[in-house]
């Protein structure tokens, strides 16, 4: 996850923390998602940042607010990320990311980024843009840049992409899925949560949308600095499976009866 890290976002984040735009709490939300790498890696979940990698910084790297408005602390914290990448700097080429993505030889590092982009590519394309005036990321990577790789990387056009993307939505029913049993989680900081479904259909198909959750953090093990919505949403998690397994149990031994 990290190496993807580096080579999606990295570019655009050390872009936009470099920058004045940046504001003070997404250094602070950066800090806490490399804190949460470190307790996981150190609870032997099998997350590493791959062959060469340089050590994450310490738990507890980031203490204090840094302020982005400061020259010295955007410097300082850009390094702290690139070591804890295990990356000396990163590539802005263009051509250098093409390449990389077209070659089908075995790699050590970006495993999965080939295979990724050509799920988004063939069937449900996921891109995120930052074209909103207020975002505090960098606007480059629109739409038309995306879309561009996959006709540069497998020679799929713009619209095969769309038409991919039509079929799965009437495959498995887009944001109207007729589902059973299901509870769609999100975090509202999350970029994908407005592709899930975020208002219940039913008494069956439930949403839950946790304030300043990131992608999947509702996964991650506890933590003692774990928000109080996080740790409401886990609850709300937890009490509808509950309920979802008592009427099973019900049902089945009323089958059995």
């Known amino acids: 996850m990290a190496v993807w890290l580096a080579r999606w976002l990295g570019p655009l984040l050390l872009v936009s923390l470099w920058g004045l735009s940046a504001p003070a709490s997404l250094l602070r939300r950066l800090g806490e998602h490399i804190q949460q790498f470190q307790e996981r890696s150190a609870q032997g979940l099998g997350l590493s940042l791959g062959p060469g990698a340089a050590a994450l910084p310490k738990v507890g790297w980031l203490e204090q607010l840094l302020d982005p408005f400061n020259v010295s602390n955007r410097r300082s914290f850009l390094q702290i990320v690139l070591h804890s990448l295990g990356q000396k700097c990163l590539s802005f080429s263009r051509a250098e990311t093409v390449a990389q993505l077209r070659s089908t030889e075995p790699q050590l590092s970006g495993v999965g980024d080939r295979q990724w982009l050509y799920q988004t590519c063939t069937e449900f394309g996921f891109y995120v843009t930052c074209e909103n005036p207020r975002c505090p990321f960098s606007q480059l990577p629109a ?115």
């Open 143 to 257: 739409l038309p840049s995306q879309l561009d790789l996959c006709e540069q990387v497998f020679g799929l056009s713009a619209l095969s992409v769309a038409q991919a993307v039509a079929q799965t939505n009437s495959y498995y029913g887009g944001q109207t899925p007729g589902a059973n049993q299901v509870l769609f989680v999100n975090g509202d900081t999350d970029p994908w949560h407005v592709l899930s479904v975020t208002q219940a259909l039913g008494s069956s198909e439930s949403t839950l949308l946790i304030r300043t959750g990131s992608h999947c953090l509702d996964m991650a093990p506890e933590r003692p600095s774990d928000s109080p919505s996080l740790r409401l949403g886990r609850q709300n998690i937890f009490q509808q499976l509950q309920t979802w397994l008592k009427l099973a149990k019900e049902s089945q031994i009323k089958g059995e009866v």
